[in-house]
């Protein structure tokens, strides 16, 4: 990720579904391994969505883009 532009900042939580941690101040959950084109993808998605709170890649097809509220869209 780190090659991509983003810093992983911490792990919060790990379990069966997957891992979530904290990149660029945001929970981001990941399952397996991230790609290379999964960081590059999530760096544009961030950019895209600044006040975005949760960013679910557990889907390599997907990114998914979840307000606060628990809302969202797909990118």
């Not at 780190?2 to 945001?26: D, Q, S």
């Not at 929970?27 to 790609?35: I, P």
Request: net charge negative; glycine share 18%.
């Amino acid at each position: 990720m780190r090659e991509n532009g983003l810093e992983m900042e911490g792990l919060e939580e790990a379990g069966a579904a997957g891992f979530e941690a904290t990149v660029e101040g945001r929970r981001v959950v990941f399952s397996g391994e991230v790609t290379a084109e999964q960081a590059r993808a999530l760096r544009e998605v961030m950019g895209r969505h600044p006040g975005t709170s949760v960013l679910d890649l557990r889907s390599r097809e997907r990114i998914v883009v979840a307000s606060g509220a628990g809302g969202g869209t797909e990118g």
